[in-house]
T-cell receptor
């Protein structure tokens, strides 16, 4: 089946630093990738949708200058949390899709900002 | 707004017990409904789906029926196994935006031998 990986699986950083999270589709080309965030005991919330080679579309309430998304190739998307603060600590999950098929999810990245 | 509500976990069962995980939704129009499963250390996987009222989705012994009258999509399995231990997420997409999955909070299932 289709596999999506994320790196790193967890990261701890100091407040004010930037953190980059990678999402890769390992055995298929992903025309669309999605980034979600999950706070403890809450739902996964869609943050943004990105299509390869174009700008990401952000959901209402998500700061595009804080959460930079790059989808430069059909197998890689990155999420950069800029100037991270403790309130950005969360579980970030990506998914990838080829054309109009099923979304395949990565295992997630846990971010802790001190 | 559009949302999904799931029963809180964890749900703890003995092997071969009957499983029900409740899911209800609020949505405009005619949503499609999904159950995803997340095994430890892995990404969410689509377990089953239903796209219209009275449809029954099924996979790996799990079933869920799209009940428009009660806005529900409860997950059931007749006899659970230890290997079914995972977190289960109910989700929906709206007819006018099939890209956006709206998830419930997830329900952890623990099955003991």
């Amino acid at each position: 089946g289709a596999v999506v990986s994320q790196h790193p699986s967890w990261v701890i950083c100091k407040s004010g630093t930037s953190v980059k999270i990678e999402c890769r589709s390992l055995d298929f080309q992903a025309t669309t990738m999605f980034w979600y965030r999950q706070f403890p005991k809450q739902s996964l919330m869609l943050m943004a949708t990105s299509n390869e080679g174009s700008k990401a579309t952000y959901e209402q309430g998500v700061e595009k200058d804080k959460f930079l998304i790059n989808h430069a190739s059909l197998t890689l998307s990155t999420l950069t949390v800029t100037s991270a603060h403790p309130e950005d600590s969360s579980f970030y999950i990506c998914s990838a899709r080829a054309n109009q098929e099923t979304q395949y999810f990565g295992p997630g990245t846990r971010l802790l900002v001190l | 707004g559009d949302s999904v509500t799931q029963m809180e976990g964890p749900v703890t069962l003995s092997e071969e017990a009957f499983l029900t995980i409740n899911c209800t939704y609020t949505a405009t129009g005619y949503p499609s409904l999904f159950w995803y499963v997340q095994y430890p250390g892995e990404g969410l996987q689509l377990l089953l789906k239903a796209t219209k009222a009275d449809d029954k989705g099924s996979n790996k012994g799990f079933e869920a029926t799209y009940r428009k009258e009660t806005t529900s999509f409860h997950l059931e399995k007749g006899s659970v196994q230890v290997s079914d231990s995972a977190v289960y997420f109910c989700a929906l997409t709206l007819s006018y935006n099939t890209d956006k999955l709206i998830f419930g909070t997830g329900t952890r299932l623990q099955v003991f031998p």
